[in-house]
């Protein structure tokens, strides 16, 4: 979710040393493909970073969720779900959502459910396993699935056999493309062999890994310890298997983290070359997530330190050989991350960045969100109304939003540049029959005298491209697209921060 980091393939995550120094004047140079031009990224004036850090979405949808209300229930999702079934031949995304820690990391973001009570997950799979035969019923003949992914929480809190169960449950309603992207994440600390080689065999090919810092004293800092040893072991086991690909997550911006220790984590996870890292700002939102309470505030990094810590990673990165993925990620070469970002086809929701896109995602378990013939639809959080409903027989929907057709407009905008990190203007105006300056005039005028003035984008000839060092503030950018926050006339105190 926008408030928070979520799902990723999610989801959601150092050069000692590493200076700022006043950013040069970028209007006349020279555009480079996106993985160039570290130094420019490095170039940051302190003074834009602290006018630019503030309070933002991180568009993993438009409009985003603090958009959603109750005036979307169960009703208006069957609706949408009957138009997307009318495209019987469309292929579908499938998230399904597993809450279930053992125990509460104090920086996660992510709704979860802590228990130590394994019963629970049983109860749970009987549920969610009606909820996906309701929704199976009312897509009718719509059943060719090429983007699946378990989420949590943590999937690997189930046993090898209720993997197998679920994963049996949605293969005899849904036809899953073995060629498609099948993921999930993990935590290393609690995963074994026998899981990872029961998701082999059932045929999931991408595995996300939570690691966020491994520094010791970052790690009793926010109460999680996970040893390098055991990651190392369960990334090489993972290979060993076949997975296709290997994603690891950190987190930059967390009590005690500084450039030196960060680099040493950064370095190990180098070391260990997994296909995908994303390197997520950490988002401190104790308004939102109680339990972040628990940390000890004046032990987080400053602003400025913060953006030192992902400079520093990103150049370490980038020397090792990664490619830059939109905001926040990076990826080998060879892999289709890199190869959708550099094709310009790069595609993002609420799993992640993915180069498998498609119309519809559908949305199982507690607080799943779901995009459905236009519409965001996001089930209850609470285990007790989600059980409540599917006992009625209805659907478990809390809340949601229907777009708009300026949202629509808006949406492919903001998809672009955060995804692929240029919007060709002329192309949007044909496709949703407008005149791009005309329609957003005034967005035109606050690019011009923000993000373009200070190097952050370039306007070349009707297309827009963000810069090495605009990455860096590309949620900032969006921001000025987006309509719902200049109706709330300022920062929604919300979101995270932007950098």
């Not at 950490?282 to 109680?290: L, S, T």
């Not at 995804?419 to 005149?435: G, M, P, S, V, Y």
Request: charge should be neutral; include cysteine.
């Amino acid at each position: 979710m926008d408030l928070v980091r979520g799902p990723r393939l999610a989801q959601s995550g150092c050069v000692p040393g590493a200076g700022l120094r006043d950013a040069p004047s970028s209007s006349l140079r020279q555009v480079a493909p996106p993985w160039h031009g570290d130094a420019e990224s490095q170039a940051v004036d302190l003074d834009l970073l602290r006018r630019y850090d503030r309070p933002g979405p991180r568009y993993t949808s438009y409009p985003t969720a603090v958009e959603f209300h109750e005036g979307v229930d169960a009703g208006r999702y069957a609706t949408h779900l009957a138009a997307a079934a009318a495209k019987p031949d469309a292929p579908l995304s499938l998230y399904v959502h597993l809450p279930f820690c053992e125990s509460r990391c104090a920086f996660c973001g992510c709704s979860v459910v802590v228990t130590r009570k394994r019963q629970v997950a049983e109860q749970y799979l009987e549920y969610l396993f009606r909820e996906i035969g309701m929704v199976a019923e009312a897509l009718g003949r719509r059943r060719q699935v090429v983007q699946y992914h378990w989420g949590g929480g943590t999937p690997s809190y189930l046993s090898p056999d209720q993997m197998r169960a679920l994963h049996q449950e949605v293969g005899r309603h849904f036809a899953i493309d073995p060629a498609g992207e099948l993921a999930l994440e993990v935590d290393p600390r609690v995963t074994s062999s026998e899981q990872i080689e029961t998701l082999s065999a059932l045929g999931f090919n991408r595995l996300s890994l939570g690691v966020q810092d491994f520094d010791p004293d970052v790690q009793q800092a926010i109460h999680r310890i996970q040893g390098v040893e055991a990651t190392r072991a369960l990334v090489a086991h993972a290979r060993a298997l076949g997975f296709a690909s290997i994603n690891v997550d950190l987190i930059y911006g967390l009590p005690r983290q500084d450039v030196d220790s960060f680099g040493r984590t950064v370095e190990t996870v180098i070391d260990m070359r997994p296909d995908r890292v994303a390197a997520y700002s950490f988002a401190h939102v104790p308004w939102i997530r109680a339990h972040q309470k628990l940390l000890n505030v004046e032990e987080l990094p400053s602003a400025d330190r913060k953006l030192q810590l992902f400079v520093a990673a990103r150049a370490r990165f980038l020397a090792a050989g990664y490619r830059p993925i939109g905001m926040d990620h990076f990826a080998l070469p060879d892999d289709d991350l890199a190869r959708a970002a550099e094709a310009g086809t790069l595609h993002r929701n609420f799993m992640g960045y993915t180069t498998r896109p498609a119309p519809d995602m559908v949305g199982f378990g507690v607080s799943a969100i779901g995009d459905v013939a236009g519409a965001f639809v996001q089930n209850t959080r609470k285990l007790s109304a989600y059980y409540q409903a599917i006992d009625a027989g209805r659907l478990p929907v809390q809340r949601g939003y229907v777009l708009d057709e300026d949202d629509v407009v808006r949406r492919h905008v903001v998809t672009q540049l955060i995804c692929n990190l240029q919007l060709d203007t002329r192309a949007t105006a044909r496709r949703f029959a407008i005149e791009f300056d005309t329609y957003f005039a005034i967005e035109r005028r606050e690019l011009t005298e923000g993000p373009i003035a200070h190097g952050f984008l370039r306007d070349e000839g009707g297309v827009l491209r963000v810069t090495p060092t605009g990455r860096l503030f590309v949620r900032n950018i969006c921001m000025i697209f987006d309509r719902h926050l200049r109706e709330k006339r300022g920062d929604a105190p919300v979101f995270s921060r932007t950098v």
